[in-house]
């Protein structure tokens, strides 16, 4: 009489274990499809930024300022070789005014420009600015012993690219006939003339103007652009109505709007930044304290989002491949437990392979087509395939059937995690507890060990 030893190798328990380790084994190549996408969104950010350029690339807009050169003595103490030497110099600093009011009007024309498989939006803005100077209002702590050259007064306007100056700019002061002409800036010190650091804008003379003077200003100008348009709020008080005929914007900046419209032919968007919201004084000098630079950062801004940016939804996607390809290997694990034929850890593995090949699929169509036709096709064709393989598998048809079932629901699920990010989180923790709770409920009467699975009684002879 022989006792048989429990056929371990058959046990569900290692089964399970040996699942797990080939979900973790299969992340190798999950990572490189990662790389893969990463890659590829950096190409594609590369060439759109490339195409943006030839419009004027992203840009945003500073100004219209007053600047004045403030003239002052300073004391300069050197060494040389028979000791210390005192001398004065001369030295320009750039005074900054801001308008008092400033209210901008944009119209904003969009377009997408297209190479080979990349595509950029690109835009013509067209701007009337309209707002008043004081120049009673200019911080007299400022200028200390300095003195204001009044006759080299001139406006300043800057632009990230000068190059997407579509038109030359109009600008007018109100009640008098003549109308500025603006010319490149260039050597603009930013501090007093103690650095090398330039500013480029563009600037016209500004003449006749009498200190303690207010006047009025109304001014055109268009400039061109790609993906993002960005406007610093110049002024003590700055409002702004921004109109354009794309459908999907984006606002950034320090300032959302006050209102906003969005519709099938555009966009309708409002600011109001009043003077203490905006954090930089009404009149500064250039580089000590605060520069138009910094001034940069009380600016509001529009992202042109393009829809069909499948990279962004790929690598959504991906966040979530290693959970979906789990749930899938433990579906069919599922399957096998409830009695099906045993599958071999190379069927697994050809299983899993198909899962990561959905990714792939999903990167290489969203270039060509929208993401949501590329995902459908790409989860279409891996659900019939992963089905036909559980029929063989299997020799089945309901356990093909119950696969199909459980992957069209997987696909689908994270179709609405690509969707809705902002519940992803909660979404894909109910579903861990319904995938762990409906292991749990299936496999309550599975023998792990393996005891029964081959194994006779003790007194049964062989």
């Given at each position: 009489m022989t006792h048989m030893t429990p056929d371990r190798t058959r046990s569900m328990g290692l089964k399970l274990l040996l699942v797990g380790g080939l979900v973790l084994l299969l992340g190798i190549p999950l990572i490189v499809v990662n790389v893969l996408a990463w890659e590829r969104a950096g190409r594609a950010e590369t060439v759109a930024a490339e195409i943006g350029q030839s419009h004027g690339g992203p840009q945003t807009l500073r100004g219209p300022f007053l600047v004045l050169p403030v003239e002052r003595t300073v004391n300069v103490t050197s060494q040389a070789a028979n000791g210390s030497v005192h001398e004065t110099r001369q030295i320009v600093e750039t005074l900054i005014l801001s308008p008092d009011t400033l209210n901008i009007l944009v119209d904003l024309e969009t377009r997408v420009l297209r190479r080979a498989i990349y595509e950029t939006p690109v835009y013509e803005s067209h701007l009337a600015v309209r707002g008043r100077f004081d120049t009673s209002r200019i911080n007299g702590d400022l200028l200390g012993d300095g003195t204001i050259n009044w006759s080299a007064a001139r406006i300043t306007y800057a632009v990230s690219d000068l190059r997407g100056m579509g038109e030359d700019i109009r600008f007018e002061i109100v009640g008098r006939s003549d109308v500025l002409t603006f010319e490149p800036e260039s050597g603009f010190a930013l501090s007093g003339g103690y650095s090398e650091q330039e500013w480029r804008g563009m600037s016209a003379p500004l003449r006749d103007l009498e200190p303690g003077s207010a006047f009025d200003f109304d001014g055109e100008l268009h400039v061109l652009g790609a993906s993002r348009l960005g406007i610093v709020a110049a002024g003590r008080e700055t409002s702004a109505r921004i109109t354009s005929d794309w459908q999907h914007p984006g606002f950034q900046g320090a300032y959302l709007p006050d209102t906003?419209?969005?519709?099938?032919?555009?966009?309708?968007?409002?600011?109001?930044?009043?003077?203490?919201?905006?954090?930089?004084?009404?009149?500064?000098?250039?580089?000590?304290?605060?520069?138009?630079?910094?001034?940069?950062?009380?600016?509001?801004?529009?992202?042109?989002?393009?829809?069909?940016?499948?990279?962004?939804?790929?690598?959504?996607?991906?966040?979530?491949?290693?959970?979906?390809?789990?749930?899938?290997?433990?579906?069919f694990f599922l399957i096998e437990a409830s009695g099906g034929r045993r599958l071999h850890a190379a069927q697994y593995i050809l299983i899993g392979m198909t899962q990561i090949t959905f990714y792939l699929l999903l990167l290489a169509l969203s270039e060509h087509v929208p993401v949501w036709t590329a995902y459908a096709i790409a989860a279409t064709a891996t659900v019939i395939l992963t089905a036909l393989y559980a029929r063989s598998a299997f020799r089945d048809a309901?356990?093909?059937?119950?696969?199909?079932?459980?992957?069209?629901?997987?696909?689908?699920?994270?179709?609405?995690?690509?969707?809705?990010?902002?519940?992803?989180?909660?979404?894909?923790?109910?579903?861990?507890?319904?995938?762990?709770?409906?292991?749990?409920?299936?496999?309550?009467?599975?023998?792990?060990?393996?005891?029964?699975?081959?194994?006779?009684?003790?007194?049964?002879?062989?």
């Open positions: 906003r419209d969005i519709t099938d032919d555009g966009f309708a968007a409002e600011w109001r930044i009043p003077y203490l919201a905006r954090g930089v004084p009404a009149s500064w000098i250039e580089g000590r304290n605060y520069s138009i630079r910094t001034a940069d950062e009380a600016q509001f801004a529009i992202q042109f989002i393009s829809p069909a940016d499948g990279y962004v939804r790929v690598s959504r996607s991906l966040k979530y491949a290693m959970g979906f390809l789990g749930l899938t290997l433990l579906l309901p356990r093909a059937l119950l696969t199909f079932a459980g992957l069209t629901l997987a696909f689908s699920v994270q179709f609405v995690l690509i969707l809705v990010e902002d519940y992803a989180l909660l979404i894909g923790s109910v579903l861990a507890f319904g995938t762990i709770a409906s292991t749990m409920y299936l496999t309550r009467q599975v023998d792990w060990y393996g005891l029964s699975a081959g194994a006779k009684s003790p007194t049964e002879d062989v």
